[in-house]
């Protein structure tokens, strides 16, 4: 079995990865700093699994300690999630952003090289597509982040390039997620955002469970048939095995051409903001209350993922439904109501 270190990884990505990875027969290692997660996911991980999981709370700043894991165990690859995400936080405190994201992973990259570890998976994001000038959005498109947390991933991305050219040795896979949605099937594990959630599902969810009045809509003056944003949404779960399959590439079935590959993990459908609100209604069954307001500084009309690489490089393709997605969001709300605690 590949021992897989997981840093980031009591994140809500990170945390349905993990357990799509032991799925497959992956052996996962955990680091977290919990700067924006709880240490309760480790212990859901480990009921959910039915396994024992090694966990480190650690900053992948600090090098003394990283390098005591990758002492402890002999890895054959990592997946980097650990970061801060939310762009109008980045836009307010750049450094922590520049620092945390991108020092971060130059520490992570430095200890990886030391110890011979050269498989990487890396959370990249849609954001570094900027502001594109054709849909769907294929890899190809030129990267032009419009924001601080958009700009430490596209440095990152080239970061990565640079290194993956100066070696053959490194074989890097950086997923451009588009907008996660959802939740584990059990109902266990889900977004648990910091305060008021800054994004579209969370916020719904707790209008819909009383804890907020209602849902402020950023526009209906967009370029879309309902006048409000489209979006790609996937399902979490899909996101998981998108992983799995970046590592089932990099390790068992090298196919790549170049050493280092960004490629898109959307649904390649998009909805308005206008047709989630109806989506969510129709799982919760009652009105979600909205007020239309004036538009988010920095929101594009539409982003949409061109998933064809996905599937011819990783052999992945998204499955579940924008219906299913709500509902599981759903599930993970009502059995959870104050998110880990
Ligand atoms: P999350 O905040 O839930 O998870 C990130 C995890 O990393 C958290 O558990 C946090 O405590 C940890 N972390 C942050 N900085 C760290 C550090 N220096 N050392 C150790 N741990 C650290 O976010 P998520 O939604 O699971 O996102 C995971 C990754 O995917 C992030 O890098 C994010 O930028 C990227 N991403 C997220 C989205 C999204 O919409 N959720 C979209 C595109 C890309
Ligand atoms: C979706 C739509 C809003 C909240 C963000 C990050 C991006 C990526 C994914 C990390 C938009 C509208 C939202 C609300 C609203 N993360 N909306 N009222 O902006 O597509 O992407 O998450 O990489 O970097 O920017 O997602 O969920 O915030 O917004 O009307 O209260 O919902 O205008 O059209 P976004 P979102």
Redesign the pocket.
């Known amino acids: 079995m590949k021992n897989i270190l997981v840093t980031g990884g009591a994140g809500y990505i990170g945390s349905h990865a993990i357990l799509d990875l032991i799925a497959n027969n992956y052996n996962v290692v955990i680091a977290d700093n919990f700067s924006n997660s709880s240490p309760l996911v480790i212990k859901k991980l480990e009921e959910l699994s039915g396994k024992t999981l090694p966990f480190f709370d650690v900053d992948i700043r600090d090098k003394n300690k990283l390098t005591n894991i990758f002492s402890t165990f002999n890895f054959d690859g990592v997946i980097n999630f650990a970061g801060l ?1 939310a ?1 109008g936080e980045s836009v307010e405190e750049p450094l922590s952003y520049y620092n945390n994201n991108v020092c971060g992973m130059i520490n992570l990259l430095e200890v990886m090289a030391e110890y011979k570890v050269f498989n990487l998976v890396f ?5 570094v597509y900027g502001i594109p000038d054709t849909m769907p959005l294929l890899e190809t498109n030129s990267m032009g982040a419009i ?1 601080p ?2 700009r430490t ?1 596209k440095i990152i991305e080239e970061i990565l390039r640079d290194l993956a050219q100066s070696s053959d040795e490194w074989k890097i896979i950086a997923l451009r ?4 949605l959802g939740a584990h099937k059990s109902g266990e594990i889900g977004e648990n955002p910091n305060g008021i ?5 969370p ?2 969810t707790q209008v819909a469970a009383g804890k907020l009045d209602k ?5 209906n003056d ?1 370029d879309t048939p309902d006048g ?4 790609d949404y996937v399902h979490i779960n899909d996101l998981a095995s998108g992983h799995t399959a970046a590592l089932n590439t990099l390790l068992k079935n090298y196919n790549l051409k170049n050493n280092f590959e960004a490629i898109n993990l959307g649904s390649g459908k998009g909805y ?2 206008f047709e ?1 609100i109806k989506n969510f209604e129709a799982v919760i069954g009652r009105t979600i209350p909205y007020e239309i307001i004036s ?2 500084a ?3 009309d539409v ?1 949409l993922a061109d998933v064809s690489k996905a599937k011819r490089l990783l052999g992945w393709e998204p499955t579940y439904s924008i219906k299913e997605m709500c509902a599981d969001v759903w599930r993970w709300q009502e059995k959870n109501p104050n998110g880990y605690v």
Do not use: E, M, Q, W
């Open positions: 995400k762009v959370s990249s994001s849609a954001t924001n947390y958009a991933k997620y588009f907008n996660p959630p800054n994004n579209l599902a916020y719904i849902l402020y809509v950023f526009g967009y409000t944003c489209i979006r308005s903001v989630i538009r988010r920095g929101d594009l982003s």
